[in-house]
């Protein structure tokens, strides 16, 4: 993906698109991540409300959890897909060689939310329309039960395969999880790693 700032703010000599009036407020959100379809004709601004509230620059909430879908020809916010998901949105991720039987992009979105202190992050299938502008149905989730874990956590999608990897602490612990599931399934795999410690790693690109 390789989106530039001039590629999401309105040219001077440009007149607003209709859409700016509805749509516009979106300009100053304060947005979690970002992916772009597989035609790179629209992007997709995870919108966490929460986050937003806490910026003293953006003037409050825009609306409720959701997309905010970015037309990347008519250079405009043209509308917004809502997502009803438990915990706070934290990253989103295009499933790589996805296929949809005709119908629109697939991403996994991933969730946090804690209870009493204890944590715990969500993974959650996302299928759009064909259009790309609604969720084909609601998201469903790629686990049968979330994972809990305590202190940090790297979450990434392999670059060579549809399966997130989650690593958190304490120590080293990995989770692997099929990004392709079409229902509820156990995790392909979980283990630790001895003596490691999740603060020495940083997350990038996972192969192999």
Not at 16 to 27: A, T
Not at 32 to 58: H, M, W
Not at 176 to 194: G, H, K, Q, W
Request: glycine share 8%; with cysteine.
């Amino acid at each position: 993906m390789d989106v530039r700032t001039e590629d999401i703010t309105v040219p001077w000599s440009q007149a607003p698109d209709p859409s700016e009036q509805q749509y516009g407020s979106w300009r100053l959100a304060v947005f979690q991540d970002v992916q772009e379809s597989r035609d790179g004709s629209k992007l997709y601004f995870l919108y966490d409300p929460f986050a937003d509230d806490n910026c003293i620059t953006t003037g409050g909430r825009k609306g409720t959890t959701c997309f905010a879908v970015f037309d990347n020809n008519r250079k405009c916010f043209v509308a917004q897909i809502i997502l009803r998901v438990q915990g706070r949105v934290k990253f989103v991720f295009a499933v790589p060689k996805a296929s949809s039987n005709g119908g629109g992009d697939q991403f996994v979105l991933v969730t946090q939310s804690e209870d009493y202190g204890t944590f715990t992050c969500h993974f959650w299938k996302l299928t759009l329309s064909h259009d790309g502008l609604n969720l084909a149905h609601e998201p469903t989730s790629l686990l049968t039960a979330p994972v809990a874990f305590e202190g940090d956590f790297i979450c990434s999608m392999r670059d060579d395969a549809p399966e997130i990897v989650f690593v958190h602490s304490p120590g080293m612990n990995i989770t692997r999880i099929a990004a392709d599931a079409t229902s509820p399934r156990e995790p392909i795999e979980r283990f630790s790693v001895p003596n490691a410690e999740l603060g020495h790693f940083y997350d990038g690109f996972l192969h192999g």
